[in-house]
Nanobody, 124 residues
Framework: QVQMLESGGGLVEVGGSLRLSCSAS????????VGWFRQAPGKEREFVAA????????NHADSVKGRFVISRDNAKNSVYLQMHSLKPEDTAVYYC?????????????????WGQGTQVTVSS
């Protein structure tokens, strides 16, 4: 059983930055892909970014390219989402999720393990 835990959310002004963290307990990420998703009120959960643990390959949604960067720390078994130039439309609950394998899918249903989420609010 993999348990995911997000942290780092909060309130930030437009144009500001935040770094989200995701750690896992139960096993290491070594054979997994880890993704970040977000869900705003009244909207579907959407893909933000994903990383393949084995080689660090990444995939970012077009809406965040150039502003958000996903990364990993092998020693800490953690994944991060560095967010810059935040916009009001980035306001959402952000979730990290994991799946076995090397593919980096964008559909939430492809990920088996989920955290509880962390709120990010961008004020204008």
């Amino acid at each position: 059983q993999v348990q995911m835990l997000e942290s780092g959310g909060g309130l930030v002004e437009v144009g500001g930055s935040l770094r989200l963290s995701c750690s896992a307990s139960g096993r290491t990420f070594s054979t997994y892909a880890v993704g970040w998703f977000r869900q705003a009120p009244g909207k579907e959960r959407e893909f933000v970014a994903a990383i393949r643990w084995s080689d660090g390959s990444t995939n970012h949604a077009d809406s965040v390219k150039g502003r958000f960067v996903i990364s990993r720390d092998n020693a800490k078994n953690s994944v991060y989402l560095q967010m810059h130039s935040l916009k009001p439309e980035d306001t959402a609950v952000y979730y990290c999720a994991a799946r076995r394998g090397v593919v980096l899918p964008t559909a939430p249903l492809e990920y088996a393990y989920w955290g509880q989420g962390t709120q990010v609010t961008v004020s204008s």
